[in-house]
C-alpha cells in the first residue's frame, strides 16, 4: 500500500457526475476534452510472460487465447492500419471525431524499448487521437520502459491499464496472476512519479471469494494513487483453463440481481475521485460459457444505474479515508 498517500473525506451527500451517481469515465472524458472520446482497441502484436515461459504457460486461467483482446485488430496489419479501420466502423454508426487509441491485446509492453516506441509513437501521433491506453502486467515495466512512457505522456496524456484482479494471494496463486502484490504497488509508484494515469483491473466473483473479500480490494486500492479502475464479473470462455475447472466442479456464479447488489457495494465504498472505467463487461458471445446474462450489456447497466437511485447509493457513500 502506498506510503504518505492521504484520501479524502467521505462524501456526505449524493455528488452527480453528470446524470450518473458515480464518476464514469465518460463524464471524464467529456470534462476534459468536451465531446464523447471513442475507444479503439488495438494489437501491438506482443505476447506475454505468463504464456511463452517466462513465468509460466498458458496464460491466466480465465483469459482467453486471443490474450483479452478478442475484439481488438489484427496484428497482420500496422497500427496507422488498425486505426484507420476503427475510425471507419465507428464512424458508420455515428459523428465521431475523438478516440483512445487501447492495446489490449496480451501484455502491452513485453517487447524491446525501441519496438514500443515505434508503434505507441505511431498511434500518439495521429490527429485525432486524444490519449494512449496501454494494458499491462506490473511485472514487464522497465524503468526505460517507463522512461518512454512518461516522454510519450508529454505530447499526449498516456494511460497505463494494470492487472491486479484481486489483492489475496490464494486466489491470485488460483488464477496464476504470476506476481505478488508488492509488484503492483512498486509499478503504481514508479508510475505516477512520471505522470502516468494508473488504472486498475478487478475482477469480481472469482472463486471462493466472499464480498467482505472483493470490498478488502476495493479498500486496498482507495490506499493507493491510482486514477481510475474496471469493475468486471468473471466470464468463463471456452478454451481456458477456467472452463475446464468450472465442468469439473462447477463454482458460484452470480445473477444478476446479486452482481447489481455486489457492484453497488463496490461503488459507495469507492474513494469518489477514482474514475470508474467499467461497471461490468460483455465476453464474446461465441466463447461465452457463464453468466449468459451478461450478453445484454446495456440492460445490465441500466438495471445498475436503476438499483443506484432506488438504493440512494452514490461513489464514495461508504468512503471513510
Given at each position: ?55 509460466g ?30 475510425k ?47 494494458a499491462t ?12 512512457l ?23 496463486r ?45 479498500d ?26 468450472y ?14 447488489r ?9 474513494r469518489?475521485?477514482?474514475v470508474?472505467?467499467?461497471?461490468t ?29 432506488k438504493?440512494?447509493?452514490?461513489q464514495g ?5
Open positions: 500500500m502506498a506510503d504518505g498517500f492521504t484520501t479524502t473525506r467521505s462524501v456526505p451527500m449524493p455528488v452527480r457526475w453528470g446524470e450518473k451517481r458515480y464518476h464514469s469515465l465518460d463524464y471524464a472524458l467529456k470534462s476534459q476534452f468536451g465531446e464523447k472520446v471513442y475507444r479503439i482497441a488495438l494489437n501491438g502484436g506482443m505476447t506475454c510472460p505468463n504464456r511463452d515461459g517466462k513465468i504457460r498458458g496464460g491466466c486461467i480465465f483469459c482467453s487465447g486471443m490474450g483479452s483482446g478478442d475484439f481488438a485488430g489484427s496484428a497482420s496489419f500496422s497500427i496507422c492500419e488498425q486505426l484507420a479501420a476503427g471507419a466502423a465507428l464512424q458508420a454508426k455515428r459523428p465521431v471525431h475523438s478516440y483512445i487509441a487501447y492495446f489490449q491485446a496480451f501484455t502491452n509492453t513485453y517487447a524491446p524499448v525501441e519496438y514500443l516506441e515505434k508503434i505507441f509513437t505511431e498511434a500518439i501521433l495521429d490527429p485525432d487521437v486524444q490519449v494512449l491506453a496501454v502486467r506490473p511485472d514487464c515495466l522497465s524503468h526505460e520502459t517507463v522512461e518512454l512518461r516522454r510519450l505522456n508529454q505530447i499526449k496524456p498516456v494511460w497505463i491499464e494494470l492487472g491486479l484482479q484481486t489483492i489475496h494471494p490464494q486466489t491470485a488460483y488464477i496464476r496472476r504470476g506476481y505478488p502484490l508488492e509488484v503492483f504497488d512498486d509499478a503504481v509508484v514508479r508510475l505516477k512519479a512520471a505522470g502516468i494515469q494508473v488504472i486498475t483491473h478487478v475482477i469480481l466473483f472469482l472463486p471462493g471469494e466472499t464480498e467482505a473479500q472483493m470490498l478488502k480490494t476495493i486496498y486500492l482507495n490506499c493507493n494513487p491510482i486514477d481510475g479502475i474496471k469493475l468486471q464479473l468473471l466470464h468463463i470462455l471456452k478454451g481456458t483453463d477456467l472452463a475446464r475447472d465442468a469439473r466442479s462447477p463454482f458460484h456464479i452470480p445473477d444478476m440481481d446479486e452482481y447489481i455486489c457492484i453497488g457495494n463496490c461503488i459507495a465504498h469507492l469518489p475521485d477514482i470508474i472505467h467499467r461497471l463487461g460483455d465476453g464474446p458471445k461465441d466463447l461465452l460459457i457463464e453468466p449468459q446474462w451478461t450478453g445484454a450489456k446495456r440492460t445490465v447497466l441500466n438495471h445498475i444505474h436503476q438499483y443506484l437511485k438504493q440512494d447509493i452514490w457513500k461508504e468512503y471513510y479515508g
